[in-house]
């Protein structure tokens, strides 16, 4: 088993930054991709941000340009530092990881931009 445990979420003007942590514990040689997912008010969850095990990152067109995500093995953990942040980047973020056998989620930490 494994678990996530997200934090860095808050309150943000519009233009400004966050960066939002990931730390994993359990079973983490088991992990194989990471990602970000976020959901909006009143929205479905969607997919934000992957990072392959590889080292391999893949964004959402609405965050690409704006967002990073990233990963240290060392530390069991996983970033997403997010920049230019628009109202409508609001929302909880969740962490996600995978093994080959199993998925796992966070239990989400709140964004909201706004003035």
């Known amino acids: 088993q494994v678990q996530l445990v997200e934090s860095g979420g808050g309150l943000v003007q519009p233009g400004g930054s966050l960066r939002l942590s990931c730390a994993a514990s359990?079973?983490?040689?088991?992990?194989r991709n990471w990602a970000w997912h976020r959901q909006a008010p009143g929205k479905q969850r969607e997919w934000v941000?992957?990072?392959?095990?590889?080292?391999?990152?893949v964004y959402a067109d609405s965050v690409n340009g704006r967002f990073t995500i990233s990963r240290d093995n060392a530390e069991n953990r996983v970033y997403l530092q997010m920049n230019s942040l628009k109202p409508e980047d609001t929302g909880v973020y969740y962490c996600w990881a995978a093994s080959s056998m199993d998925s796992f989620w966070g239990q989400g930490t709140p964004v909201t931009v706004a003035s």
């Open positions: 941000a992957t990072v392959t095990i590889g080292g391999s990152t």
């Open positions: 359990g079973n983490i040689f088991s992990l």
